[in-house]
């Protein structure tokens, strides 16, 4: 009886590190951090069908990826890209936009990037 008790105490400390290590390591905890400390990071699954968000100058972007035929490949050919809160854009600049554009375009290249409102009109000016 009290070796069940003792693994069965062993099996609940093994768990709650496993939670502990779990929380540490999300992705949405590393963008909130990138987010506080105004840096830009990426973060992407390699699934098409997912979204992916970004964070820059301490704003958070979301993007979907949309798949199709380029160069008899398939790949993602275009990417439409909105913030999440407009407030944050306050401060950033035109070049800003162009920055996270090439970062994007990296990861992938034969994507066509669009921007939503109101990141759209700000660059057609």
């Known amino acids: 009886m009290i070796w069940l008790l003792r693994f069965v105490l062993l099996f609940i400390i093994f768990f709650l590190l ?3 290590v779990k929380f540490l390591f999300t992705s949405n905890r590393k963008l909130e951090t990138a987010r506080k400390q105004k840096r830009f990071l990426l973060i992407d699954n390699d699934d098409v069908r997912k979204n992916f968000m970004l964070t820059y100058k301490g704003s958070v972007f979301a993007g979907e ?3 199709g035929s380029k160069d008899n490949t398939f790949d993602v050919v275009s990417i ?3 913030p999440e809160d407009s407030a944050t854009l306050k401060g950033m600049v035109k070049d800003d936009f162009f920055y996270i554009d090439n970062k994007i375009l990296e990861h992938y290249p034969n994507a ?3 921007w939503k409102s109101p ?4 660059l057609q000016q």
Request: glycine letters at 0%.
């Open 65 to 67: 990826k949309y798949m």
């Open 112 to 114: 066509e990037i669009n």
């Open 18 to 20: 496993y939670l502990a």
């Open 119 to 122: 990141v759209k009109e700000f």
């Open 80 to 82: 439409l890209i909105w």
